[in-house]
């Protein structure tokens, strides 16, 4: 197995994937929904109170419909409240992927057929 303190974290493979995909699609807006981590119950509460919903993935790119949930290369598990929510995106239309590291959201991304081409 793998020593876990050579894996990057999570947000360190959405860091690199995110700035990867604005190099590679300039002009495709990818932004991040601020979802997790740890929390004081009063902010939590205020965050639900205010629209957040658990399990929403990591990143968004709204004009392919693409959700992306980031995930470590070893490690990392999808939650029963992301796996329900990724089943409602892809049951209106959306496409939602997991990805093992940045190198993983790259190869999947570069699969799908969008009417962006990639530079």
Not at 8 to 26: A, G, I, K, L, T
Not at 85 to 104: Q, S
Request: charged share 20%; net charge positive; aromatic share 8%.
């Amino acid at each position: 197995m793998p020593d876990p303190v050579l894996i990057p974290s999570e947000d360190h493979e959405q860091m690199m994937f995110v700035q990867w995909f604005r190099r590679n699609y300039p002009g495709v807006l990818i932004f991040a929904i601020p979802n997790g981590g740890a929390r004081h119950s009063a902010v939590a509460m205020k965050l639900k109170a205010t629209g957040v919903v658990k399990g929403i993935p990591d990143l968004f790119v709204p004009a392919w419909s693409l959700w992306i949930e980031m995930k470590r290369q070893d490690g990392g598990r999808v939650s029963p409240e992301q796996k329900e929510v990724m089943a409602y995106l892809e049951g209106i239309g959306h496409r939602a992927i997991v990805a093992k590291g940045a190198e993983d959201a790259k190869h999947q991304v570069i699969a799908i057929p969008y009417p962006t081409t990639r530079t």
